[in-house]
C-alpha cells in the first residue's frame, strides 16, 4: 500500500492474490496517508479501532468501526485516519463474486460479519484452497453481500467552482458563508452553484454542508471533543439543534455514538 510521509510503512498490496479471497489485518498510524490507488479486485475495508476517512475521485467517506467500505476494481481510492487503525481488509477476486456488481459505498456491519473478518485477516495467505479457512471465507463473502448500506458518504462535485468550495468547506466545516457569498468568491452566479450542486451531488448546497457537517462530527467525537464544543466548531448556533440533527441522521445523540465509539476503542 503506498504511503507518504515518515511514518513507518504499512504492508505492501501485493501484486496478486495468492487465493480469490484474501484477508489481511495490521495496525496504520496516526496520521498515515495512503497514497492514491486501485486494485484489479474487489476491496472490503474495515477498521475495527479508529474511523478512517477514505477519498475516491467522486466521494468522500468515514468509516467508524460498524461501517465498512466496499471499493470495485479499479477505483482509485485513498486513506488517511488522525487516529491509529486497527486495520482489516478483504481483497475479492471475480471468481467469487458470481457477477456480484457494487457502487463504491459504505456498508453496516454486523457481529457476524465483524468476528469473520478478524478470523479471516489473520489467515496465512496461502492458506489450503480446500480447507477450513477457504470455508470460512466463503460464508463471509456471502454475508458481505447481504450488508445494507449506511449514510456515511459525502458525494464530490467535478466543477472546478464547486471543488473550490467543497474543498474549503471540507478543511473549514464551520464555515458559515452562504452560496451568495460563495459565488462572488468562485466567480459564478447565485443560478449556476444552485444548479450544479444539485446536478453533481443531488444535493442542496445546504443539503450538502449539512451532511459534510454531520461527517466531520465523528472524528471530532472519537477525539473527546464535547458536544457544546463540537457544535460551536461545526458551525451550529444552537446545541440542541445540533443534537436533533444528529439524531435523525445517525439514530442516536451525539454522547450517545460518542460512549459507542469509546467502547469499540
Known amino acids: 500500500m503506498p504511503h507518504t510521509g515518515q511514518l513507518p510503512a504499512v504492508p505492501a498490496v501485493p501484486d496478486l492474490l495468492s487465493q480469490p479471497v ?4 495490521f495496525s496504520i498510524p496516526a496520521g498515515y496517508h495512503v497514497q492514491m490507488h486501485s486494485h484489479a479486485w ?9 474511523i478512517m476517512q477514505v477519498l475516491t475521485e467522486r ?10 467500505l466496499w471499493i470495485p476494481p479499479g477505483v482509485q481510492h485513498t486513506a488517511y485516519s488522525e487516529q491509529t487503525l486497527a486495520f482489516r481488509g ?5 471468481s467469487v463474486l458470481d457477477g456480484y456488481q457494487r457502487e463504491c459505498s459504505v456498508l453496516q456491519v454486523t457481529p457476524l460479519v ?5 478470523r479471516a485477516s489473520s489467515f496465512a495467505a496461502d492458506y489450503p484452497a480446500e480447507g477450513p479457512e477457504a470455508r470460512l471465507l466463503r460464508v463471509l463473502v456471502d454475508e458481505i453481500r447481504t450488508l445494507p448500506p449506511a449514510p456515511f458518504s459525502l458525494p464530490l462535485p467535478s466543477d472546478p467552482r464547486l471543488r473550490r468550495i467543497t474543498d474549503a468547506l471540507q478543511a473549514t466545516p464551520g464555515d458559515n458563508r452562504s452560496i451568495e457569498d460563495w459565488a462572488c468568491q468562485v466567480g459564478a452566479s447565485r443560478r449556476t452553484l444552485v444548479r450544479l450542486f444539485q446536478a453533481q451531488t443531488q444535493l442542496s448546497f445546504q443539503g450538502w454542508r449539512q451532511r459534510l ?8 467525537l472519537a477525539q473527546g471533543m464535547s458536544v457544546t464544543a463540537l457544535a460551536n466548531e461545526l458551525g451550529y448556533d444552537s446545541v440542541s439543534a445540533f ?14 455514538y460518542a460512549a459507542g465509539l469509546a467502547g469499540q476503542a
Open 42 to 50: 474487489a476491496q472490503f475495508t474495515y477498521a475495527s479501532a479508529g
Open 114 to 118: 465483524r468476528e469473520l473478518i478478524d
Open 213 to 220: 457537517r454531520l461527517l466531520a462530527a465523528l472524528p471530532l
Open 243 to 256: 443534537i436533533a440533527l444528529f439524531q435523525r441522521h445517525y439514530g442516536k445523540t451525539p454522547g450517545v
Open 90 to 94: 478483504v481483497y475479492l477476486a471475480d
Open 22 to 25: 484474501q484477508g489481511r489485518m
Open 59 to 68: 466521494h468522500g467517506y468515514l468509516l467508524p468501526p460498524q461501517c465498512a
